[in-house]
């Protein structure tokens, strides 16, 4: 493919001759992003329980997230799986994996908003166009928007016959998550930062991978090219391989990023991305396999108010 296309064939020189300190520092920076991942996991799957308890069934979560197809419902579940010594109800985990995959979305959903709308303002260095800003913005806001306010009018109805209640149940389950989502961001809990840091950290090694070779475009096509590019994870293919890759370079593109450094620092932040959780997902699981909790044990929270 490099060699094929003349704006791609430097990029392989380019990926070996890349600066040893920018990639160290994508490294750190992803490790910050799995520590962002470990402290929501702890607040929504694992709050009764201690660190060194909630500790592996997180890194189990945090790999599997990561190649999974459809890791991002599935990983967190798992995890939390892993680790509980009783184990909860198919209600109890969907309701805490729906509250966690709305507050590690949550972040990304607000950057979009914003930057989107100052790049159609004209504030940041970037493209302008309404395609390209404004509309992917109003999305993200509607989103975030109709997200909370099912949170706040979560109800519980009365279904006398067992048909309606059997339908009913796995509504119900969806908005008991947007109400615990709800209900952990009214309490401000300190651990709420570990979304941010899960997006922010793993948008920023992008960022170093741009540096790495030296041509990183503007700060806003990057945030942009990284939360469009990222929603080709949503295809159900193990860890995104080909969607994610493709839809990055597609979308950084689109956004004004040059071709040949886009497609390297792409390489570099997926090799590092999928590298790193993999990793610290093994150990994970080795550690569960090790040290199995007390019987006692039970990662799974009361239910937010």
Same mark, same amino acid.
Request: hydrophobic residues 55%; aromatic residues 8%; glycine residues 12%.
């Given at each position: 493919?490099?060699?094929a296309?003349?704006?791609?064939?430097?990029?392989?020189?380019?990926?070996?001759?890349?600066?040893?300190g920018? !990639?160290?520092?994508?490294?750190?920076?992803?490790?910050?992003?799995?520590?962002?991942?470990?402290?929501?996991?702890?607040?929504?799957?694992a709050?009764?329980?201690?660190?060194?308890?909630?500790?592996?069934?997180?890194?189990?979560?945090?790999?599997?997230?990561?190649?999974?197809?459809?890791?991002?419902?599935?990983?967190?579940?798992l995890?939390?799986?892993?680790?509980?010594?009783? *184990?909860?109800?198919?209600a109890?985990?969907?309701?805490?994996?729906?509250?966690?995959? !709305?507050?590690?979305?949550?972040?990304?959903? !607000?950057?979009?908003?914003?930057?989107?709308?100052?790049?159609?303002?004209?504030?940041?260095?970037?493209?302008?166009?309404t395609?390209?800003?404004?509309?992917?913005?109003?999305?993200?806001?509607t989103?975030?928007?109709?997200?909370?306010?099912?949170?706040?009018?979560? &109800?519980?109805?009365?279904?006398p016959?067992?048909? &309606?209640?059997?339908?009913?149940?796995?509504?119900?389950? !969806?908005?008991?998550?947007?109400a615990?989502?709800?209900?952990?961001?009214?309490?401000?809990?300190?651990?709420?930062?570990?979304?941010?840091?899960?997006?922010?950290?793993?948008?920023?090694?992008?960022?170093?991978?741009?540096?790495?070779? &030296?041509?990183?475009?503007?700060?806003?096509?990057?945030?942009?090219?990284?939360?469009?590019?990222?929603?080709?994870?949503?295809?159900?293919?193990?860890?995104g391989?080909?969607?994610?890759?493709?839809?990055?370079?597609?979308?950084?593109?689109?956004?004004?990023?040059?071709?040949?450094?886009?497609?390297?620092?792409?390489l570099?932040?997926?090799?590092?991305?999928?590298?790193?959780?993999?990793?610290?997902?093994?150990?994970?699981w080795?550690?569960?396999a090790?040290?199995?909790?007390?019987?006692?044990?039970?990662?799974?929270?009361? *239910?937010?108010?």
């Amino acid at each position: 493919m490099f060699l094929a296309l003349p704006t791609l064939a430097g990029v392989p020189a380019r990926l070996a001759d890349s600066c040893g300190g920018w !990639i160290a520092a994508a490294g750190v920076l992803e490790l910050l992003s799995a520590v962002g991942f470990v402290l929501l996991f702890k607040l929504v799957f694992a709050a009764p329980v201690t660190w060194r308890q909630g500790l592996p069934a997180a890194l189990c979560g945090l790999g599997a997230s990561t190649v999974l197809p459809g890791g991002g419902l599935i990983g967190p579940s798992l995890g939390a799986w892993s680790q509980s010594a009783t *184990k909860p109800s198919p209600a109890q985990l969907t309701r805490s994996t729906i509250t966690f995959v !709305i507050l590690t979305n949550a972040p990304a959903a !607000i950057v979009l908003a914003v930057v989107g709308t100052l790049l159609w303002l004209g504030v940041p260095a970037g493209p302008h166009e309404t395609a390209l800003t404004i509309i992917p913005a109003l999305v993200a806001l509607t989103l975030l928007s109709a997200t909370w306010v099912a949170g706040h009018a979560c &109800g519980r109805q009365r279904h006398p016959r067992a048909l &309606g209640r059997a339908l009913a149940a796995p509504g119900q389950t !969806i908005s008991d998550g947007m109400a615990e989502a709800r209900g952990l961001t009214r309490d401000r809990n300190w651990k709420l930062n570990g979304a941010v840091a899960y997006y922010a950290f793993d948008n920023a090694v992008l960022w170093a991978a741009f540096h790495a070779f &030296g041509a990183a475009p503007q700060l806003g096509i990057i945030v942009m090219g990284y939360l469009v590019g990222s929603l080709a994870g949503a295809l159900p293919l193990p860890a995104g391989l080909g969607a994610v890759d493709g839809g990055l370079v597609g979308a950084l593109l689109l956004y004004g990023a040059p071709p040949a450094p886009t497609v390297g620092a792409v390489l570099v932040y997926r090799g590092i991305s999928l590298a790193l959780p993999i990793v610290l997902g093994a150990i994970g699981w080795t550690w569960n396999a090790a040290e199995r909790p007390p019987a006692t044990g039970n990662v799974w929270p009361a *239910k937010a108010s």
